[in-house]
């Protein structure tokens, strides 16, 4: 097991969105730290800090991660996907995010890029999610804004485009 000086500084390298990118950490720095403050990859939220709200979900390694509960020194060499990885490209929405905007799914936006990422996820495995399902996966984020209804309609809809997707490709 790698030893870390607590009072040294370490270089942390990964993957961000495709991106290779790198900084330095001291060993206690929280990930959502080192991705807003060192590398400007803003669109990450921190909300409770604790790992209660999912504000600050993102993906590592494939893996649904809390990134207030997570150090910048455990994903280095790793891959890690954050909202602003969503989009298909400059300036274009992708079905999830474009199902969002149609249904009115956010309002003040805070706990959007932590739901979006947990959605993402889990639409990547299940193409037909009951709404019960919807919820139990929604019951780890908080949202004080939109009372999860337009939330839960936004990632139905997005659920059957990506199965029409899916077909249409194959
Ligand atoms: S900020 Fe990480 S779960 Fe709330
Ligand atoms: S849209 Fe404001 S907290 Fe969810």
Known sequence: MTRLNSDR????????NGTAVQGEAEP???????????IGATGTHVGCEHGVCGACTVHVDGMIARAC?????QVDGSELR???GLAPARGRLGILQEAFRRHHALQCGFCTAGI?????????????????????????????????TPIIRAALDAAELLAEHDSAER
């Open 9 to 16: 500084r370490h270089q942390v390298r990964f993957t961000l």
């Open 28 to 38: 206690r720095m929280l990930l959502t730290d080192f991705l807003r403050h060192q």
């Open 69 to 73: 509960l997570t150090l910048a020194v």
């Open 82 to 84: 954050t909202v602003e």
């Open 116 to 148: 979006l990422m947990s959605l993402d996820h889990y639409l990547r495995e299940r193409r037909k999610p009951t709404e019960a399902e919807l919820r139990d996966l929604l019951s780890g984020h908080l949202c004080r804004c939109t009372g999860y």
